[in-house]
Every structure is written in C-alpha cells, then in structure tokens.
C-alpha cells in the first residue's frame, strides 16, 4: 500500500511564505510525477504544479513565479515553496502522485489534504 502525507500547511499574513511537503511511502517501485491541486470552498479543484520524473514542470498561471515546485527523489518527496501568498491562495492543498507500485502496477494517489490560510 502506498500513502501519501502532506505536512507544512498553517495561518500566514498575505505576502507571506510557506513551504508545503509531500512524502510518498510504501511498496513503491518508481514515481512518475507528483504535484499540488487545492480546492476552495465554493470551487472546483484544480491543478497548482507538478513535476514529472524528467524533471519537467507546470504551474497554474495564477501560482506562476509565486510558487515553485521541487522534488527529493531519495526521500520520494515533493515540495511546494510558496510565496507572495494571497487571499486567494487560501484552500485545502492536496498532494497527488503517479505510482508504480513493487507490483508493476501503476495508479494514481491523493494525499488527505493540508490547511492554506492565508489572512492578515
């Protein structure tokens, strides 16, 4: 089984920073690519970032060099550096991976989600 365990989330002021981890763990065999999506209240969910494991990477144009998205591939962990945060920014950040399992398997995981408040 594999899980996935976001850490980092809080209360910051607008303009702050935070820097939110993702740590994979499990019977894994290989990770594809990792990423963030946040969901808001009243909101759809959508994509902030996510690496692929070339090392290519993608970011929503309304995160775009305000957030950076990075990986530990030793650690299997994906971090989000996010800064200038906005009002806006505020919404649950879910960690989302592409995992080949020791099984050969290859499937999709979400992480339970961490806390972004940003409010002055």
């Known amino acids: 089984q594999v899980q996935l365990v976001e850490s980092g989330g809080g209360l910051v002021q607008p303009g702050g920073s935070l820097r939110l981890s993702c740590a994979a763990s499990?019977?894994?065999?290989?990770?594809?690519?990792m990423g963030w999506y946040r969901q808001a209240p009243g909101k759809q969910r959508e994509v902030v970032a996510g690496i692929r494991s070339d090392g290519t990477t993608n970011y929503a144009d309304s995160v775009k060099g305000r957030f950076t998205i990075s990986r530990d591939n030793a650690k299997n962990t994906v971090y989000l550096q996010m800064n200038s945060l906005k009002p806006e920014d505020t919404a649950v950040y879910l960690c989302?991976?592409?995992?080949?399992?020791?099984?050969?398997?290859?499937?999709?995981?979400w992480g339970n989600g961490t806390l972004v408040t940003v409010s002055s």
């Open positions: 499990g019977s894994i065999f290989s990770i594809y690519a």
């Open positions: 989302y991976s592409i995992i080949r399992a020791q099984s050969r398997d290859i499937m999709d995981y």
